[in-house]
């Protein structure tokens, strides 16, 4: 079965520090794996996709198939970062998404 | 460009009433997906559908009804509400399966 791990409900960190929002699968097939943020009463925005291998707004996120992992990184974290995060995992072509329980970053001054 | 667009933003129900909850996107995407998100499980998919006259069942499906009449329309309907169906509901749309969804604003649905 199709499973996205996050194993932290609630990440607190100072201003300036580095973040690593951790994300673990399990899914037989060719993974694709997204993160989602989603910013106090917004919408969900999609923020990477492991395909693009890009950096949002100071981002990244590597997918490692050995370890089955797509963590979400940051070296220095900024207040407007505080947010839910959700990492998803495509299948069936990527129609359909299983999302993991989230993580709420809190950025601390 | 609207995006997506979900009516209606709130919605409070009687246990055993039905209803409607309205999903358009102007993106001339072809696929739409439904899902409820609650404390705790994170988002859930209920039904998701791959272009017009086509749509198929998610996680949790029981309990809704789906249709897909036109590309930009993607309604969900609530058969006989209970309390267990008290959530946050979001569609979304997509234009390729490697290019991530577009969320809607959500309706956030409370069944007494």
């Known amino acids: 079965a199709q499973r996205v791990t996050q194993p932290e409900k609630l990440l607190s960190v100072f201003k300036g520090a580095p973040v690593e929002l951790k994300c673990n699968y399990s899914?037989?097939?060719?993974?694709?794996l997204f993160w989602y943020v989603q910013y106090s009463r917004q919408r969900l925005q999609l923020l990477l996709r492991h395909i693009s291998r890009e950096s949002i707004k100071g981002f990244t996120a590597d997918l490692n198939k050995g370890e089955t992992s797509f963590h979400l990184k940051k070296p220095f974290a900024q207040e407007e970062d505080s947010a839910m995060y959700y990492c998803a995992l495509g299948r069936g072509g990527g129609n359909k998404l299983t999302f993991g329980t989230g993580t709420q970053l809190k950025v601390e001054l | 460009n609207a995006g997506v667009t979900q009516t209606p933003k709130f919605q409070v129900l009687k246990t055993g009433q039905s209803m409607t909850l309205q999903c358009a996107q102007d993106?001339?995407?072809?696929?739409m997906s439904w899902y409820r998100q609650d404390p705790g499980m994170g988002l859930r998919l209920i039904h998701y559908?791959?272009?017009?006259?086509?749509?198929d069942q998610g996680e949790v499906p029981n309990g809704y009804n789906v249709s897909r009449s036109t590309t930009e329309d993607f309604p969900l309907r609530l058969l006989s509400a209970a309390p267990s169906q008290t959530s946050v509901y979001f569609c979304?749309?997509?234009?390729?399966?490697?290019?991530?969804?577009?969320f809607g604003s959500g309706t956030r649905l409370t069944v007494v």
């Open positions: 559908s791959v272009g017009a006259g086509i749509t």
């Open positions: 979304a749309s997509s234009i390729g399966t490697a290019y991530g969804y577009t």
């Open positions: 993106m001339n995407h072809e696929y």
């Open positions: 899914y037989s097939g060719s993974p694709e």
